[in-house]
């Protein structure tokens, strides 16, 4: 099932870095259909242990039959309170890839792609939020969805936009895809297929607080991962790249470090790699979605 759920991508890149220690204990932040998982246990002794997350009930069907593996049902902003109701309060390594996959793409009833025509929803836990993309188009005012789809969508016109669905929306809520499609289409500009991408990347994200929960899980793993251990994420969106180079960088999420009364900076991670691992051109070629993906990797430091 693992292979049509979602092609993994930087397989091989993602993991090369992550295992420092075959016996160690490692965590999958976004077990998907598990090929990550898969390549983290080949590589793992008996002794080894890995933890997955996934808060996509879907994801269980792809449950690994391995002693060594362990998966939680939790957003990975919960990573520290949910390793240590498993027993573990630190780790050898993280990995998280922040793709979606492709499973939920190509299941029309999830309404995270514009090529079927389904309800506004966008949750990866259908069962632990209310708010689907549905409810962000009719209640955010005009003002907020053109900050959404700005920030997240990097959209050039915006502000247009944002005041075509208010418009609509006074004459009917917007609660499926098509009726979303019947306002965004005339406001297109550019590519067409990439500007309904960053409309609904930028509702995803936000339905799912996904930089929210990005920076949360970051800030934990300061504690979680123990001194040499490595932490590496694979991004697709310019804004959560930034958060993970300025965290490795800066120890924060400003451009600058912080420091504390006595002007020290803490550091917890130091980047293995000056730039970030990026897919070879064979790869993109294979799986398109491949190529925005940009893996960092970082080791923390003692």
Request: charged residues 25%.
């Amino acid at each position: 099932m693992q292979n049509s759920y979602h092609e993994t991508v930087l397989l091989h890149e993602s993991v090369d870095n992550l295992i420092t220690n075959p016996d160690g204990v490692y965590v999958d932040l976004t077990f998907g259909g598990g090929g990550h998982s898969r390549e983290i246990l080949s590589r793992l002794s008996p002794k080894g242990k890995l933890f997955a997350f996934d808060q996509d009930a879907d994801a269980a069907q792809n449950a690994i039959v391995d002693s060594r593996f362990q998966l939680l049902q939790y957003n990975f902003r919960h990573l520290q309170r949910s390793l240590r109701l498993a027993g573990i309060k630190q780790v050898d390594g993280i990995l998280a890839d922040l793709g979606v996959s492709s499973f939920q793409f190509n299941t029309p009833e999830r309404g995270f792609s514009y090529r079927f025509d389904a309800f506004l929803d966008m949750r990866m836990n259908q069962q632990g939020s209310e708010q689907t993309a549905q409810t962000i188009l009719n209640q955010k005012t005009a003002e907020e969805l053109q900050l959404m789809f700005s920030n997240l969508g990097e959209l050039r016109n915006a502000k247009t936009l944002a005041l075509a669905i208010v418009k609509a929306r006074q004459r009917k809520p917007l609660e499926t895809v098509q009726e979303l499609l019947s306002v965004v289409e005339p406001n297109i500009i550019g590519n067409k297929y990439r500007y309904l991408g960053q409309v609904f990347q930028s509702l995803r994200m936000e339905a799912n607080d996904e930089l929210g929960a990005l920076k949360e899980m970051l800030q934990q793993t300061a504690a979680v991962v123990r001194p040499q251990g490595r932490l590496c994420v694979i991004t697709f969106h310019s804004l959560e790249d930034k958060l993970v180079k300025n965290w490795v960088k800066n120890g924060c999420f400003n451009d600058t470090p912080e420091k504390d009364f006595y002007g020290n900076v803490n550091l917890p991670f130091q980047a293995v790699h000056k730039k970030p691992v990026e897919p070879t051109a064979a790869e993109i070629e294979a799986n398109s979605r491949a190529h925005s993906a940009k893996l960092r990797v970082a080791a923390r430091n003692s």
